[in-house]
């Protein structure tokens, strides 16, 4: 069904049931579900978080600079993409990290051409460094990077299998919405994503699902037609 998708990770996925760093469990299952999707001829490009490392905006609380705290930010999802790229090398699976601010030999500078074309050879794209600009998500990030290079939707990994009235995980009578528009999400406050991704989503006609990560297959059966999640869309 999709040719070509955006991957959004948060970095608390990858921290699995540890306090903070990475999960070497959950990172080896992250990949295999990833290579079987690609090889089944998705394009997979991946923006993935780095608050299981630092959260800039959380440290400006402790008293870091703003612009400081992003930049920590957007070195700590270096670091993630780094570990998804070897773990993706590992089973076998041709993988690029290309970063948003130059750090070669880390990564190669990223530019949509570039990444088109490693998504064209076979490769699992891996962008890292967010938008590369401090007050800007990865959520923006991937909004971007998915807009950029084309891609036929995002798809946003979580912890919960979509989008509910409420946070199921407090709330145990939320509802879940099987579909809901950009605009109906809008008034109805739900959040999904920062402003600024959701109207660069909203604005290019990217469709977004929101759907559990942690579930072996969701991957690639979304993909694959099935009704995983929930969409929004226009």
């Known amino acids: 069904m999709y040719k070509r998708i955006l991957l959004k990770l948060s970095g608390e996925a990858l921290q699995g049931s540890n ?4 999960d070497e469990n959950v990172l080896s299952r992250y990949a295999e579900d990833i290579k079987i999707a690609s090889q089944n001829g998705t394009q997979i490009a ?7 490392i630092f959260r800039g905006l959380r440290g400006t ?26 773990a993706l090398i590992s089973i076998c699976q041709k993988a690029k990290v290309l970063t948003s601010i130059r750090m070669e030999p880390v990564g190669e500078y990223y530019s949509y ?17 967010g938008t590369g600009n401090p007050f800007f998500t990865t959520d ?19 912890r919960v299998n979509g989008i509910y009235t409420a946070d199921p995980e407090i709330d145990k009578s939320a509802t879940k919405f099987d579909t809901v528009t950009f605009d109906e999400a809008y008034s109805k406050n739900l959040k999904i994503m ?17 759907f559990d ?16 999640g929930t969409t929004v869309k226009n």
């Open 19 to 22: 306090n903070c760093g990475i």
């Open 46 to 52: 991946i923006v993935v978080g780095g608050g299981n």
């Open 61 to 86: 609380q402790r008293g870091f600079d703003r612009i400081k705290g992003d930049q920590m930010g957007m070195l700590a999802t270096v670091i993630n993409s780094i570990a998804i790229q070897s």
């Open 113 to 129: 051409d570039k990444a088109i074309e490693y998504m064209n050879a076979g490769n699992v794209v891996i962008i890292a460094g």
């Open 140 to 158: 923006s990030a991937a909004a971007l990077r998915a807009v950029e290079t084309k891609c036929d939707v995002l798809l946003k990994g979580t």
């Open 194 to 210: 920062d402003l600024t991704a959701f109207t660069l989503c909203r604005e290019n006609n990217l469709p977004v699902i929101v």
């Open 213 to 228: 990560i942690n579930e072996k297959g969701n991957l690639s059966k979304i993909i694959n037609g099935e009704k995983i």
